[in-house]
């Protein structure tokens, strides 16, 4: 069949699907690092971050689609991190967060 | 919900002496609909219907898309009501949900900002020497087919049921959502359960499809679609209640929204070709109705005069299953005879089998 240009494709949804994405990974790293289950999001990290200054790395983004099941590009994207550990120091619920990037990274390997 | 909170989500909706406000794109892609509106409550039902050459455009699509100020929108409306109120009416029906939704928005804030009123009042008089009369009674005309609906049973000639089988026709009903989103008190039944259309279909005898994305947007949003490259956020939209609608089967849309019912017919057409996908039965589109036309078959009128044939989704297999009498050769003629022209062979209505989604996912 002959597919028209119309100048526009259908946008595919940004939905996750917690009943379709494994969450086998993600329950790993919260099991030997329980304390990331405290994080209430507050995006401390994120605004802390020197990497994130300089690229469009986004801590808070790519830990909350780990939990979530969504594994895609993370550990290219946590390659960023250059573990200065600013994040930690300004975390209002103390979790070590330099400890959740190499978690990650060791946990999901290049994805 | 609790059952007394039923009756704050009910209207008032006038019996007679209306003064009816056209839609601006209505009649480009369902020119037979507001015709039929006219004829069904006008001619039919004996109610007086004031069709005024004079009034203008809401100005609502360029308000929805950042053109027209608020001010000059309300000067506009104000312009509307002085002229209602000039040919001695005070019932004000408008034919296009977003001017409904401009007409409750605009009394809503005359009423809670009176100073916003004097202004408007001042501003119609410089610009048009014309005082401003509020109407007693606003209501959108499915309203008032929703009004009128037990004495148009009372006309019914071919009931929402197929006639082959007696079985109670599926339909989807989609509300527009300025009619009850914006002011949910507004309308009949609220955002969350409105029933203006679903109380047509049951009248009728029809079976509403009660499925899980009922209340989505159709995706049209004036600024999504305007801007060429945002319609693919558009089409994702009708998409979303397309895929949703399909498993349940069913044998029509209808809508109370100038914006949804083409976009929900034409978006058909546009993923056909785009994908291939159709979503009604035998590999054809679902048939896309304004309830001007549902309550028009209902009631046997010509489908061809009710402007059906303009449709990019084909409506004959909905004809043929209501048992409705018409001339396939006289699809494409004008009221006149005349030969309208022919739109090209599309996807969406092409029959190829059992290619339909309904019948992959089966």
Redesign the interface.
Known sequence: MAVKNFGFSISRPRTIDMDKNNLRKSNEILRELPELQACIGCGSCTASCSAGLLTQFNFRKMHTLVRRGEYEGVYKELSKCMLCGKCRMVCPRNINTRKVVLLIKRTLGDF | MRRGAWEDYQKDIADDKYYYARSCIRQNFFPGSEKAFLNIVGRDLGREVFDDPLHTSCTGIGYHSDIVPYETIMTVVARQFSLMHEAGFENFISSCITSFGIYTEILNTWEEFPETEEKTRESLYKATKRELYKPKNLAHTSDVIFHLRDEIKQRMKYPLVNHLTGEKLRVVEHIGCHYAKIFPKRGIGGSEFPYVLAGMIESWGGDVVDYPERRHCCGFGFRNYLV??????S??NS??KLESMAPYRPDFIVCNCPGCTMFLDKWQY??A????TTYGEAGQGIPVLTYEEMAGLVLGYDPWELGMQMHAVNVEPLLNKMGVEYDPAAKYLGPNGKYIGKPLQS?VNSSRGNTSLYDIKK
Not at chain 2, 273 to 276: H, K, L, N, P
């Open positions: 060429q490259a945002n319609r693919g956020y089409i994702a998409h979303k546009t993923i070709e785009m994908e291939g996807v």
